[in-house]
């Protein structure tokens, strides 16, 4: 899905404009001259919080995106991003960025591949967070956050600022799938299905989560 059908209320504003509204844009975390070859024309903005009702996938690295519409662009909402389900941000070559000035909450949220996600904010995701991120990706969150489980692939190099540092929360389960016991807590966490042998297809959980299937296998309660 592109980002222009998540709500067709984008405001195109110039560049500096833009900057002088928001002065992020041009701040440390968001290099769009190395991005895009060159700082962008112009800024997509919408103006007030933002609902999504269900899952949505976007981006350019989204199997059924198709065509393309200015890729190299800059998305803000100004205001909150809610997402009633799954929200999957994939990039792969392209670099179409959406920077939130309020806070984000969503039930599942997948930050793959080479997404750039900018949030002022808080980061409230319910269920799981996945962060597969490499070269150009980017998950910053400036606010506080609330996570429940913390699937984190990013192994070589971490390109994930949640609150100005790595870890959500104390209470977060961090999950990795490169051996250990963080490794055997994916396994227990996340259903089978998920897994070819001992490897995670991350692009099979993402489907399921977007579709509103669930993705983390429910707590066993004991019996009393």
């Known amino acids: ?7 067709t209320d984008w405001e195109t ?10 002065p992020f844009l041009a701040g440390p975390d968001l290099e769009f001259d190395a991005l895009f070859g060159e700082e962008p024309a112009h800024v997509f903005v919408h103006s007030g919080d933002l ?5 949505a996938a976007v981006g350019c690295g989204i199997d059924d995106v198709g065509p393309h519409e200015d ?26 960025t959406l920077c939130v000035t309020g806070s984000v909450a969503a039930e599942n949220l997948l930050c793959t591949s080479e997404c750039v996600l900018f949030v002022a904010g808080a980061l409230r995701v319910d269920n799981l967070l996945v962060t597969d991120l490499y070269e150009a990706g980017l998950l910053s969150v400036e606010g506080p956050s609330s996570v429940s ?6 192994i070589r190099e971490a390109r994930t600022y949640i609150g100005g540092g790595t870890e ?8 990795r799938t490169d051996g250990g016991p963080e490794a055997e807590a994916a396994a227990a966490v996340l259903p089978r299905e998920f897994f070819d042998g001992d490897r995670l297809d991350v692009r099979r959980l993402a ?7 669930p993705v983390t296998v429910a707590p066993r309660t004991s019996r009393p």
């Open 1 to 7: 899905m592109l980002f222009s059908r998540l709500t």
């Open 13 to 22: 504003v110039p560049w500096e404009e833009a900057v002088r509204r928001h």
């Open 51 to 55: 609902l999504v009702a269900g899952g």
């Open 71 to 96: 890729v190299e662009a800059v998305h803000v909402i100004d205001g909150d991003l809610t997402v009633e389900g799954t929200l999957h941000f994939s990039n792969e070559g392209h670099y179409p």
């Open 149 to 154: 489980t913390w699937l984190q692939l990013e």
């Open 168 to 175: 959500p929360s104390a209470a977060t389960r961090v999950l």
């Open 207 to 213: 489907a399921a989560a977007v579709a509103g299937r």
